[in-house]
């Protein structure tokens, strides 16, 4: 009697031990597994806000000497803005703020082709500082791909900058 | 004779005149050219909405040297003070013991795959996915300043496995 109980434990024992084992085992696998598969992260903001940054990009210029940044946000209400950072041109005449439909607009073409098509923003604030810009709704900004800050008396592109997914 | 030249360079001057008046005003209207020396400044605060964010500080986009690289990566501030990078459409390849470093923008080591000796960095802690978005504090300590790049490290191969140069935002 007490033999079948001792036999029987062991048994138990055994069988317990081989079931622990297995997942080990497989725990093993997938650690190798590990290499091959991805491991995805979606960590949120720290604190998560209302508004998004949509794009952003930086000027340059070549004939009149541009530089600065050039990001769009979405507001909580959905309204785009764009809000030029660090920005600086030269002053002159007529100059506005609008995006292009192209990638970007090259440097050693000064002057826009008339063929891009134009969506106006608005006339330029100052030449020197932060500055916002509202963009109209449904404004597609796939489409739209560069903000040009934009001399309309002379059709001249002081400066660009190509936005990119922020 | 003489009254006759006199009268002569007076209607010279008055058509001068009428001439180029006009053109210098429309010469100055089109040109502008005292606002060669006049700046407008303007400093326009955030958008609403945007003022309790954390703010970016820094931002680059991640290329690949000894794997595929892809992806954002961005220093913010927080409302606290505190700094953190985010990753944002982040892909790399997975790998063993891969690290978030910041390291100096100007090393020469970056260009490379593999760094012989070691990358002067600061630690920011094991790669949390090969994908997705993610954040690693700062140290406190950090110096932005001085390090202005960030890469993607395996640390058993010293393989760099992409690199971020960051701009200011």
Partial sequence: ?166 | MNENGKAWLSRKKIILSLIGIPVLVVGWWAFRPEKLFINQKVSEAAPVSLSSEPEALYTGKLAGNAHQTSGRATIYKSSDGKKYLRLTDFMTSNGPDVHVLLVRAEDKALEQEIVKGDLDHVELGALKGNQGDQNYDLPATADLNQYQAVVIYCERFHAIFGVARLEKF
Avoid at chain 1, 1 to 16: E, H, V
Avoid at chain 1, 59 to 73: D, E, L
Avoid at chain 1, 129 to 151: H, W
Wanted: aromatic content about 8%; some cysteine; hydrophobic content about 40%.
């Fill in chain 1, 1 to 166: 009697m007490i033999r079948t109980i001792k036999a029987s434990l062991a048994f138990a024992a055994l069988t317990g031990a081989f079931l622990l084992q297995a997942p080990l085992h497989a725990q093993d696998g997938m650690k190798q597994d590990a290499m091959k598969k991805d491991k995805m992260q979606d960590d949120k903001m720290t604190h998560e806000g209302m508004a998004k940054t949509l794009l952003t990009g930086k000027f340059h210029g070549k004939v009149h000497a541009t530089s600065g940044r050039a990001t769009v946000y979405q507001e909580a209400d959905g309204k785009l803005v764009l809000r030029l950072t660090n920005f600086k041109t030269s002053n002159g005449p007529d100059v506005h703020v609008i995006l292009v439909a192209t990638m970007d607009a090259g440097d050693d073409a000064n002057f826009l082709k008339s063929n891009t098509e134009r969506l106006e923003l608005g006339k330029l604030k100052g030449n020197e500082g932060d500055q916002n810009y509202e963009i109209p709704a449904g404004t597609d900004l796939m489409k739209f791909r560069t903000v040009s800050v934009y001399c309309e008396r002379f059709n001249a592109n002081f400066g660009a900058a190509p936005l990119e997914k922020f």
